[in-house]
């Protein structure tokens, strides 16, 4: 007798499967609330992380303004600024003046070069009366500039020129050696970038010295002419100046630029073959905004496109 159990199963079959298909369906509920939620905290933690990202930037942003100089401080770097301005427009008044093509290139970048160092003192010195480079190179009258009087001399002939180029250049030397070693850190930037473009001024204006005294009696003649046109107002440079000796640490005493100057510039025009001028100084005043009849003409025509379109962007 056959007692196998033929009780029907598909119910329970049946049931079975769905128990099955509910604990799957469970499960993966389960594991999308798991993803949904991990998902959801990441979220929180980029936009968390990025909030701060955006703050830490906007507080560096804030630590990192240009610096402002003191009152004091940016009349100092306003003179030298106006010293590298001055120098830099009578330099690009030689493109295509000069005696070689290549000395049209040079003067060029030299006077490119200064008036870098002009930008550089011009910005920081109107930091502290809210003024822009342009708002000082453009919009200030002859007696608000305070460059000394020997950068704003007519540029004369190549002789001329050659000789101011000299004097301005050795000048420049010893100066922004020692202000690079100023407590202010903006100037001793500026200087310290500056120096190693005068090097190469230095000896561009002591090659051309000594090519045209040694030259032909016609080239003798007028670079011995240029030296004594530019001399008198040498002795300006150096002047003490009571308003830079209370910046101790910080500006540069223009006495203590003489023993420098005088050790390499007479050396440079004797080895030339040419004398040392004696002559008496000018009276100079270009730092209290006193100035030789030469500045204003060359003022006028270095701001008219300023003046005359003030705001213009191109």
């Known amino acids: 007798m056959d007692y196998t159990d033929t009780t029907d199963t598909t119910d329970t079959t049946?049931?079975?499967?769905?128990?099955?298909?509910?604990?799957?369906?469970?499960?993966?509920?389960?594991?999308?609330?798991?993803?949904?939620?991990?998902?959801?905290?990441?979220?929180?933690?980029?936009?968390?992380?990025?909030?701060?990202?955006?703050?830490?930037?906007?507080?560096?942003?804030?630590?990192?303004?240009?610096?402002?100089?003191?009152?004091?401080?940016?009349?100092?770097?306003?003179?030298?600024?106006?010293?590298?301005?001055?120098?830099?427009q009578r330099l690009g008044e030689w493109i295509t003046r000069a005696p070689e093509l290549e000395e049209d290139v040079a003067l060029g970048n030299i006077g490119l070069d200064l008036l870098g160092h002009a930008r550089g003192f011009l910005t920081y010195s109107g930091s502290a009366w809210g003024k822009s480079e342009d708002d000082l190179a453009y919009f200030r009258d002859e007696s608000e500039y305070r460059c000394n009087q020997l950068f704003e001399q007519p540029r004369g002939d190549f002789a001329h020129t050659i000789a101011r180029q000299l004097i301005a250049s050795v000048y420049f030397d010893a100066l922004y050696r020692r202000l690079s070693e100023s407590s202010d850190a903006t100037l001793a930037a500026i200087a310290a970038k500056a120096v190693k473009e005068v090097d190469y001024h230095v000896d561009h204006s002591v090659q051309w010295v000594r090519r045209l005294g040694l030259g032909t009696e016609e080239s003798h003649e007028r670079m011995q002419r240029g030296l004594n046109a530019m001399w008198p107002f040498v002795d300006e440079l150096f002047r003490p100046d009571p308003r830079v000796n209370e910046l101790t640490g910080i500006a540069v005493p223009p006495e203590l630029l003489r023993e420098s100057f005088d050790l390499t510039v007479p050396v440079v025009i004797r080895e030339s073959g040419l004398e040392v001028p004696e002559l008496p100084a000018a009276q100079g005043g270009g730092r209290r905004g006193v100035h030789s009849e030469a500045l204003g003409p060359m003022l006028a025509e270095m701001q008219v496109l300023a003046r005359s379109h003030p705001g213009a962007t191109w």
Do not use: F, H, I, N
């Open 14 to 88: 049946d049931a079975g499967r769905a128990g099955e298909a509910a604990q799957a369906s469970g499960a993966a509920q389960a594991s999308g609330a798991a993803q949904a939620s991990e998902a959801a905290q990441a979220s929180g933690t980029a936009q968390t992380s990025g909030g701060a990202q955006a703050s830490g930037a906007a507080q560096t942003s804030e630590s990192s303004e240009a610096p402002k100089a003191s009152e004091s401080v940016a009349e100092y770097a306003l003179g030298l600024g106006d010293d590298a301005l001055v120098l830099a």
